[in-house]
């Protein structure tokens, strides 16, 4: 084992794990918006408003009604503003354990606060379906059930955070940090396309929160024997490794600071990492949790090219996210931009870029080649949001990176609880014009928020971080280049 673990490096098995659990996590967060539309009545009233688009595919028709007469569960009569309002209530419970989860990740280490955030989520979401079918589709019971999955899930941001103050030095910062966080992606692609096949192969929109359930207990297992809260507590690391981790992570103290709260609220880069991170979630749930209703009562996709469909933007995004981040990474190594300009510059691609091409979307009529692709492009230029703020806690004050993290990500959730709901509200009647209003309003959320982290945002460490340097410490760090020469 140990000869294994001399040639394996903890960091990146780190990495892996945390790309795993955000896969999950959002796997476990998408799935009750791709069953909900087998889940609930959908009626097919004929419009004649021309923003509506006509059911002009016959095979489409005849799949979604014969795939709604033959699903083995009960299905319930909810209209748009109840399923918004179901969508919605993960992230009531999501916003409030973010902060708890920061301080709990910083002060007991992030393995334990993020596996058991997890575990909970995961067996909440295999229990769902019983729990749906015996309250007989209350929703009421349903939205609590989903405020308590987004109470397990809330601890995840923070405590991955945390974790990667720990483990990854700088100059792998965005490697590591997008390969952690474009889990969100994969698991978006993954129960996107896997969903519609379960549910149309198993006639049961059931069968899909078992899966993804699972799987998250699955994870939590192996997340408990393979990861470790800092390389201090790893019991098969190897010494080089850890004596490199050791000189190379910056700005983390040994002995844990007070929390600056006073400089957390008056800090104008952490106010401006919260509107960054506020107009990218706006952005991003709106098409996370109403793209598959928009392909489904809209364009009048069946489920099954619902799934693969809705799954190909986030391929794309993925793809965008990985190749930014070494990009990234690359760039600010070789000294051709400052850390600060790197993040401006990748955040502003992530916002202006989406706008554009989801404003292009909601212009392209009933055609569905031409909206699905105007809606890859969008969420193609979405991917470099990784490394643009969403590694900027770790910038700017390692030592409170959970923390800061719960705040910046806990706020920026609040959209998470409003934009399905508005979207439901906005959309009655499921026409173009309606959904025309709801992208107007992501575009222009998009747009002011990346201003914002363009005047106010910075890469730098700030004064609060309250790093503490001991003598040797600073004799280490002076000889950091010579000690790392000879440790190669």
């Known amino acids: 084992m140990k000869n294994i673990a001399d040639r394996i490096s903890q960091r990146y098995v780190l990495g892996m794990m945390g790309f795993l659990c955000t896969t999950n996590s959002y796997a476990l967060r998408v799935v009750l918006n791709v069953a909900i539309t087998q889940m609930s009545t959908q009626e097919s009233t004929k419009y004649t408003d021309p923003g509506t688009c006509p059911e002009n595919s016959e095979t489409n028709l005849t799949s979604n009604l014969v795939l709604k007469t033959t699903i083995k569960n009960p299905i319930y009569d909810w209209d748009e503003s109840t399923k918004g309002l179901i969508l919605s209530s993960f992230f009531w419970g999501y916003i409030v354990t973010h902060l708890p989860g920061g301080i709990w990740a910083e002060k007991y280490g992030g393995k334990h606060i ?3 955030g997890m575990l909970i989520a995961s067996v909440l979401t295999v229990l769902t379906p019983w729990i749906v079918i015996a309250s007989n589709g209350n929703w009421a019971i349903i939205v609590l059930t989903r405020i308590i999955v987004g109470l397990g899930q809330g601890t995840s941001n923070p405590a991955l955070n945390a974790l990667l103050a720990k483990w990854v030095p700088a100059s792998e910062r965005s490697t590591i940090g997008t390969m952690v966080y474009s889990g969100s992606q994969i698991g978006t692609v993954l129960c996107s396309a ?60 040994k002995v844990r600071p007070p929390i600056p709260w006073k400089a957390f609220f008056t800090s104008a880069p952490v106010w401006a990492l919260i509107a960054a991170q506020s107009g990218h979630d706006w952005g991003f749930y709106t098409i996370l949790t109403d793209l598959p209703t928009y392909m489904s009562e809209v364009l009048k996709f069946n489920i099954l090219d619902d799934g693969i469909w809705n799954s190909i933007p986030y391929i794309v995004m993925w793809v965008c996210s990985m190749c930014s981040g070494k990009l990234c990474d690359w760039m600010i190594t070789k000294r051709y931009i400052s850390v600060t300009f790197a993040r401006k510059f990748f955040t ?3 916002s202006v870029g989406p706008t554009v091409f989801i404003m292009a979307a909601s212009y392209s009529g009933c055609n569905k080649a031409i909206t699905v692709g105007m809606f890859t492009i969008a969420l193609f230029f979405t991917g470099p949001f990784i490394c643009g703020f969403k590694v900027n806690a770790l910038d700017i004050a390692p030592n409170h990176a959970g923390i800061l993290m719960a705040i910046v990500n806990g706020c920026g959730s609040f959209a998470g609880g409003v934009v399905p709901y508005l979207a ?17 309003i992501t575009g222009g959320v998009f747009v ?23 003598k040797k410490e600073e004799e280490i760090e002076n000889n950091k280049e010579t000690r790392i020469n000879e440790i190669a």
């Open 114 to 116: 993020l596996g058991v």
């Open 348 to 350: 502003t691609l992530s």
């Open 424 to 440: 439901g509200a906005l959309t009655e009647d499921h026409t173009l014009i309606e959904w025309r209003t709801v992208f107007w």
């Open 194 to 253: 896997i969903s519609g096949a379960l549910i149309t192969t198993t006639q049961t929109w059931s069968s899909v929160f078992y899966f993804f359930g699972g799987s998250g207990i699955l994870w939590y297992i192996f997340w408990q024997i393979l990861c470790y809260s800092s390389p201090e507590q790893h019991p098969f690391i190897s010494k080089k490794e850890k004596e490199f981790l050791k000189l190379e992570i910056e700005g983390v103290s």
């Open 448 to 470: 002011v928020t990346s201003i914002i982290f363009c005047i106010w945002g910075s890469a730098d460490l700030q004064d609060w971080n309250n790093l503490e340097t001991s």
